[in-house]
């Protein structure tokens, strides 16, 4: 699977928007790009994905370069509960078995 | 409609000792998964099912047995626990596993093994 570049840590204010990176310059056509997330001490949830086009939900948005060698999700409104881990992971879509492997993620904290 | 769900929440094991993780969902879903996280990573995949009466191996299989008798229910086992098994589990299950599948995580099994 190819791989995600993700920082470290990234702080932001509450009700303020949040825009977190994602490098994957080695990204295949085939590959969706999926975004997880995790809250202390719960299992992760599904944010978004997407493939070529800007994602929405209620969640989040999902912008992608034009080139699809980096994403970038965007929380509108950060709040104290959207404090966690985000992960960006690539999942490849040829075959009935696509893992879905986690890296160290990014973890997002929240100032009130 | 619970999702997923696990049991236990928690555990203590001695070294040598044996237990059984139950994972449940109630979604229909044909596939699951049994993850496990160790402090400051990522989620490492241990095993996994794409439908009843299957399992495979995933990256960190080594030490772990599961069953899928039935479709809502994922069994993790540990034969004899060690302490390099003491990490939080995480049960996934998803409608397929396709790069466009989402899939949806229980709230873990924290086990400690002394």
């Known amino acids: 699977d190819a791989k995600t570049t993700q920082p470290n840590s990234m702080e932001s204010n509450e009700e303020e928007p949040v825009h977190l990176p994602c490098n994957h310059s080695?990204?295949?056509?085939?590959?969706?790009i999926h975004w997880y997330r995790q809250l202390p001490s719960q299992g992760p949830e599904y944010v978004i994905h997407?493939?070529?086009s800007n994602v929405n939900n209620r969640m989040a948005s999902l912008a992608i370069a034009e080139d699809r060698k980096s994403s970038t999700l965007i929380l509108h409104r950060a709040t104290l509960r959207d404090a966690a881990v985000y992960y960006c992971i690539l999942r490849a879509n040829t075959g009935a078995n696509s893992k879905l492997t986690f890296g160290k993620g990014i973890t997002l904290s929240v100032r009130p | 409609n619970a999702g997923v769900t696990q049991t236990p929440k928690f555990r203590v094991l001695k070294t040598g000792q044996s237990m059984t993780l139950l994972c449940a969902q109630d979604?229909?879903?044909?596939?699951m998964y049994w993850y496990r996280q160790d402090p400051g990573m990522g989620l490492r995949l241990i095993h996994y099912s794409v439908g009843e009466g299957t399992t495979a191996k995933g990256e960190v299989p080594d030490g772990y047995n599961v069953s899928r008798l039935k479709k809502q229910n994922f069994l993790l086992g540990l034969e004899s626990a060690a302490p390099s098994q003491t990490s939080v589990y995480f049960c996934a299950s998803s409608y397929g596993g396709q790069g466009l599948d989402t899939q949806y995580f229980g709230p873990g099994t924290r086990l400690t093994v002394l």
């Open positions: 997407g493939l070529t």
């Open positions: 080695t990204i295949s056509g085939t590959d969706y």
């Open positions: 979604m229909n879903h044909e596939y």
